[in-house]
């Protein structure tokens, strides 16, 4: 079997999540990169690996995905390595509901309305951090209530759940608002400074 191939470029939260599922596995791959925020657009070629033109897709043997999560459970399901699914139906149903809701509620608020703003924009719009971090606070405590005891979200094992919530919660990280949330959260930074530590963490870093 050939490698598989992850398309899309290094800053990319969803592409690190599912570059983070590809490392735990063990599974070499390929990144060929795809800027969707280059100043000349979106390569005409890629909408047929990704019809709406975001990053990550995936190509493994000739079969296509996009999704992270798709991708995620097909990584995880396709290939040798640690299981990254809970076996029993309600830690898995928790780890969906968790996955979902960082899809939903914590990837626009925490990485583009608290982080993205405060980083990039010249005026930042207060408004819209504020906002942002209401309802970060709202993902974290969520996250807490919802975490088993054990170093990881599901328990003891580091499950997809982990590894979709580490970017996403990385790049809110990069604002020091962002730190001083996570602060009120104990169980959660514990949990940041465990999974910062995993090797998969540092190769997935984004270069330069
Ligand atoms: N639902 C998609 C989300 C992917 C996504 O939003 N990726 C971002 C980069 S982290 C992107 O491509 N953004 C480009 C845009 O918004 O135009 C997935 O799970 O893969």
């Given amino acids: 079997m050939s490698k598989p191939v992850v398309y899309g470029a290094d800053y990319s939260v969803y592409v690190r999540i599912v570059r983070l599922v590809l490392e735990e596995k063990g599974i ?15 390569p005409g070629w890629y909408f047929d690996h990704h019809p709406f033109g975001r990053i990550p897709a995936f190509e493994h043997d000739g079969f296509r995905l996009f999704e992270s999560s798709a991708i995620a459970r097909y990584v995880d399901e396709a290939f040798d390595g640690p299981a990254l699914l809970p076996a029993d139906a309600r830690p898995r149903a928790t780890m969906n509901q968790i996955i979902g809701m960082l899809d939903a509620y914590a990837y626009r608020a925490m990485v583009w309305d608290v982080a993205v703003e405060r980083l990039e924009k010249e005026p930042p719009d207060e408004s819209l951090i504020a906002g942002g971090l209401g309802q970060a606070a709202t993902v974290l405590r969520v996250l807490t209530s919802l975490k088993a005891a054990g170093p990881w979200l599901l328990g003891d094992q580091l499950m997809l759940a982990d590894l979709h919530a580490a970017p996403i919660i990385g790049y809110f990280l ?9 602060a009120e959260f104990p169980d959660i930074r514990d949990w940041w400074d465990r999974i910062v530590q995993r090797p998969s963490f540092a190769r997935t870093e984004k270069a330069g």
Avoid: Q, T
């Fill in 28 to 42: 070499d791959y390929e990144l060929v990169p795809v800027d969707v925020f280059a100043a000349d657009g979106i």
């Fill in 174 to 182: 990069k604002v020091a608002e962002g730190r001083k949330l996570l």
